[in-house]
């Protein structure tokens, strides 16, 4: 599957001059690997990337002299190299954000018995940048680095209610010039959770994955100058009576303030 990201950007970039195509072509191959997707060929990338096989096998061999790649001589395709955690690293190492919410979280983990995350945006998806479960057998936990759909899920919506007005309204008219249909389809839910997050201060997600499982979602900042970052909570319930997530909004906000306070 292609990724919405890359897709996007790349097709936005084409048109921008004084940057490198090349840059950008390779930057894409490599965010076409993800957790399904951990072998790929040539012939696969130059499929999903829409380049010449020549084009691809010169990008493939020049980011496996840097590390980016490693090349699977059993199965004669690439996977990512371990070069890629240490171009990740010094954000993670730098994110005071994270440092001071891990404790936090943490603790409402252990309180509410749900799974705490943090999530930051980066085009069309929402990267995770921590996350706790109350426990092992919990849904699949988002590791560190995992992207969910910016705008299907209630702490995607909390980013791009973070986002400046001219920045929102860019990156809304980009989504919809490249994915109409997601577009139409995502558009009202997204106006929904604007107007819980003007008069709430959050906004929810009632069994986006599972029927039992509902988020209630909170930006750390909102409209400023910082880059987006927001929160979530997911609670199991024994129905499909969601709307009892919002007996948790005092407990998000409280760890958003808590951060805030630390930070400011």
């Known amino acids: 599957?292609?990724?919405?990201?890359?897709?996007?950007?790349?097709?936005?970039?084409?048109?921008?001059?004084?940057?490198?195509?090349?840059v950008v072509h390779a930057v894409a191959l490599l965010r076409c690997f993800t957790k399904q997707d951990v072998l790929l060929g040539n012939k696969a990338l130059s499929e999903r990337l829409s380049l010449h096989p020549t084009t691809i096998a010169r990008l493939t061999k020049t980011l496996c002299g840097l590390g980016l790649l490693h090349h699977d001589s059993v199965n004669r395709k690439y996977k990512l190299g371990y070069g890629?955690?240490?171009?990740?690293?010094?954000?993670?190492?730098?994110?005071?954000?994270?440092?001071?919410?891990?404790?936090?979280?943490?603790?409402?983990?252990?309180?509410?018995?749900?799974?705490?995350?943090?999530?930051?945006?980066?085009?069309?998806?929402?990267?995770?940048?921590?996350?706790?479960?109350?426990?092992?057998?919990?849904?699949?936990?988002?590791?560190?680095?995992?992207?969910?759909?910016?705008m299907e899920t209630a702490i995607g919506h909390s980013l791009l209610f973070s986002l400046e007005s001219k920045r929102f309204e860019y990156l809304m008219k980009l989504y919809k010039d490249r994915f109409p249909d997601q577009y139409t389809k995502h558009r009202?839910?997204?106006?929904?959770?604007?107007?819980?997050?003007?008069?709430?201060?959050?906004?929810?997600?009632?069994?986006t994955y599972q029927p039992t499982l509902h988020a209630i979602a909170m930006p750390?900042?909102?409209?400023?100058?910082?880059?987006?970052?927001?929160?979530?909570?997911?609670?199991?319930?024994?129905?499909?009576?969601?709307?009892?997530?919002?007996?948790?909004?005092?407990?998000?906000?409280s760890l958003r303030d808590q951060v805030r306070q630390f930070l400011e």
């Open 220 to 253: 750390l900042w909102t409209h400023s100058q910082q880059e987006p970052i927001a929160f979530n909570l997911s609670i199991r319930f024994s129905n499909e009576s969601g709307r009892h997530i919002e007996s948790y909004a005092s407990a998000i906000e």
């Open 84 to 150: 890629t955690l240490a171009l990740g690293y010094p954000m993670l190492a730098n994110l005071k954000e994270r440092h001071v919410a891990r404790r936090i979280m943490k603790d409402l983990t252990d309180k509410t018995g749900g799974q705490t995350s943090m999530a930051a945006l980066a085009g069309f998806e929402a990267i995770y940048l921590e996350s706790f479960r109350p426990n092992s057998d919990w849904i699949e936990q988002p590791e560190i680095g995992a992207a969910r759909p910016v």
């Open 1 to 22: 599957m292609k990724s919405l990201d890359h897709l996007g950007f790349v097709d936005s970039l084409s048109s921008v001059k004084d940057i490198s195509t090349t």
């Open 188 to 207: 009202k839910a997204i106006e929904q959770s604007f107007k819980c997050l003007d008069t709430k201060g959050y906004c929810l997600a009632l069994g």
